[in-house]
């Protein structure tokens, strides 16, 4: 019976794999290291955000906790940042099971 079952999931995951790329390829151009770097970059910039947001915070607070508003405020910032990166773990994935094709230099 294991050998039924791995290879269901074999298939299952060809299947998988040419199902999504037939989907996301057509949608996203060739991706490139130069293409990537301002999303890198949009990454970086919300991840520092949410950083100094804190860091000014604990500065205003002086030890004590903040307010409602401040933590409001500091949420936005983690929210960003969190989907931000969520989307660029789900690019990576998509690179990595060949989803989407990708270059090495730009053409």
Same mark, same amino acid.
């Given at each position: 019976m294991a050998i039924d079952n791995n290879r269901l999931l074999l298939e299952l995951e060809k299947q998988r794999r040419e199902i999504n790329r037939s989907i996301i390829n057509p949608a996203i151009p060739e991706l490139s290291l130069e293409e990537l770097n301002p !999303? !890198?970059? %949009?990454?970086?910039?919300? &991840? =520092?955000?949410?950083? #100094?947001c804190l860091? /000014? %915070? $604990?500065?205003? #607070?002086?030890? =004590? $906790?903040? /307010?409602? &508003?401040?933590?409001?405020t500091l949420r936005g910032f983690r929210e960003t940042y969190d989907e931000l990166v969520s989307a660029v773990n789900a690019l990576e994935t998509a690179i990595q099971r060949d989803? !989407? /094709?990708? &270059?090495?230099s730009r053409r």
């Open positions: !999303l !890198l970059t %949009m990454v970086a910039q919300a &991840r =520092k955000n949410y950083l #100094c860091a /000014d %915070m $604990a500065k205003v #607070c002086q030890g =004590k $906790a903040p /307010d409602s &508003r401040q933590v409001a989803y !989407l /094709d990708v &270059r090495t």
